[in-house]
């Protein structure tokens, strides 16, 4: 009969426990961990740990490293083989999809190189003298005039890529053979092939500088046989030379040129915003040369004279020893019509014969006058003045235009003309960028996200963390009390053979897996044994039958 009545509590107990469904059997473990004092105590630190985690995270998710790149001008395959080595090394790289430039953390840049110069990275094309070095010994004349030529032209590209807007560069040189049996040599041409780095282009200057490069450096050739192209097939060298565009350019020069000048003047005068100037220059471009030759009419010079005398007669000479009468000066000359006497010392019948010779330099002048290119032959000034409240008289207006004659060169002769004007200037407003356009938005945006985010996630996580793990202290604290409170009351003299303990203190499982301790675990096990000794006896064989079924 009394084994009739044992199973009651043990119905009565197992009433007391609801059933567990299976999937939360699943987190059993995980909700027994956390039921731990120690656990229990320590969420208040996890749940502020997990917050401030939370928060370090969205702050490293939106702030991202500076990068660098690593290499400029590499190709595909060069640039296959140091991604290769840069994640067998573990450093973290990325390839741009919009211009496909490898790049590196900034921090890392220098230890990423170091690294690839290591392995030989990247491979860079072959220079001039490593294609000399390897010209084989015993080569023929055209095989190592080939090699001399291709080491030149590699030569001539590694200069060119140094400079910054150029990636890569390719030349190819065509020259003749010299020959003695060709009269007239073909003069050397080559041809520049560039490809540009994204977004950068070659200034006319640049485009020229590179032609007499490559001629400087090829004999006989001349900068006009270079022909300079990109990689979309412009050809540069053609607006380099022509003559419109340097037209154009020289056009340009002056006009800023005198645009400057009136700037200094009247800027500081007027006030920036109170005047504009307009400046036309009318540039000639032709070139002409003359040549003249001119003979001065009383321009000359005597470089020779030669004077020959001869007599002639039947009489001859006289001779002897002269004497006073020999000597005596010839008479006075007379127009008589009678022929003069004969010379004293001279005999009659005899003829005397005079010749003389000269030789006179004519002066002659020649003048050779060049005109050059880019000759002004007529500049056209406009300056606006503000009129502002007050109109400026006709006596300043023209005190202004000397001085605008005076910066300018003012020739009339030349057809030069200036226009000065005053009228009151429209308002113009300046049209600021949005604030959201400004350099410094992005950024506040990111750090306001990230506080944003530590805020949220300590509000929304960290916080009911606390909070609930507060609770669960207190509540925890609360059932101490209770299981201390029974464990004095079950600890007292047991009752008397049949006699029950009251029912607001007796000892339930529950209360024995709650125990915040071994011991009072312990006690409370030995407390419900004296309580109902024959129902701990059916709870052990119960566990044990479990036990063998599992």
């Given amino acids: 009969m009394a084994e009739a009545q044992l199973p009651a509590p043990v119905d009565t107990g197992s009433a007391a426990r609801l059933p567990v469904p299976a999937f939360a059997a699943r987190f059993e473990p995980l909700t027994q961990v956390l039921r731990q004092p120690a656990v229990q105590r320590a969420l208040p630190a996890i749940a502020t740990s997990t917050a401030i985690g939370i928060a370090a995270l969205a702050w490293f998710m939106t702030q991202s490293a500076p990068q660098t790149q690593l290499f400029a001008g590499l190709d595909d395959a060069d640039k296959a083989a140091v991604a290769e080595a840069l994640q067998t090394q573990g450093i973290g790289h990325t390839i741009d999809p919009v211009t496909g430039a490898l790049t590196v953390d900034a921090d890392k840049l220098y230890q990423a190189r170091i690294a690839l110069a290591g392995q030989g990275l990247p491979r860079a094309q072959p220079t001039g003298d490593s294609l000399i070095a390897a010209l084989p010994m015993g080569s023929s004349r055209a095989i190592e005039g080939e090699t001399l030529r291709a080491a030149r032209e590699a030569d001539l590209a590694r200069t060119i890529e140094a400079i910054d807007a150029v990636k890569v560069a390719r030349i190819h040189i065509a020259a003749a053979e010299p020959s003695l049996f060709v009269r007239d040599d073909k003069p050397a041409t080559a041809s520049v092939m560039l490809t540009l780095q994204n977004g950068r282009s070659l200034s006319d200057g640049q485009v020229q500088a590179i032609r007499f490069l490559v001629a400087s450096s090829v004999p006989g050739m001349n900068a006009d046989q270079v022909s300079v192209i990109d990689q979309r097939g412009a050809l540069l060298s053609d607006t380099a030379t022509s003559s419109d565009m340097q037209a154009f350019q020289l056009q340009t020069q002056m006009e800023d040129r005198y645009r400057r000048a009136l700037d200094s003047l009247l800027g500081p005068m007027l006030g920036r915003d109170n005047y504009t100037v307009e400046v036309h220059a009318d540039v000639d471009m032709s070139e002409s040369q003359a040549t003249r030759e ?257």
């Fill in 294 to 550: 001119s003979f001065p009419e009383n321009d000359r010079a005597l470089t020779s004279e030669r004077i020959t005398k001869s007599v002639s007669g039947s009489t001859p000479p006289a001779a002897g020893i002269p004497g006073a009468l020999s000597n005596q000066p010839p008479p006075a000359t007379t127009l008589a019509q009678t022929p003069p006497p004969a010379p004293t010392g001279a005999a009659a019948g005899t003829e005397s014969n005079e010749q003389a010779a000269r030789a006179y330099e004519v002066g002659r002048e020649i003048s050779v006058t060049h005109q050059p290119q880019g000759r002004l032959r007529r500049v056209s000034v406009a300056v606006a003045l503000n009129q502002g409240t007050k109109a400026l008289g006709q006596a300043d207006l023209a005190k202004i235009e000397n001085l605008v004659k005076g910066a300018v060169g003012f020739d009339a002769a030349r057809g030069d003309q200036v226009a000065i004007g005053q009228r009151p200037f429209a308002k113009v407003e300046n049209a600021e960028p949005a604030f959201w356009d400004q350099s410094w938005f992005l950024p506040l945006v990111k750090q306001v996200g990230a506080i944003l985010a530590a805020l949220l996630a300590f509000l929304f996580i960290g916080r009911p963390m606390i909070k609930a793990a507060k609770e669960r202290a207190a509540a925890r604290a609360e059932r101490d009390a209770a299981i201390e409170e029974t464990l004095l009351t079950a600890t007292d003299a047991p009752p008397a053979i049949g006699q029950r303990r009251p029912a607001g203190r007796e000892i339930t499982l529950e209360m024995i897996e709650a125990a915040p301790s071994y011991e009072a675990r312990a006690n409370l096990v030995r407390a419900f044994v004296r309580q109902d000794s024959q129902r701990a006896a059916l709870v052990v064989r119960q566990l044990m039958q479990e036990g063998a079924r599992a």
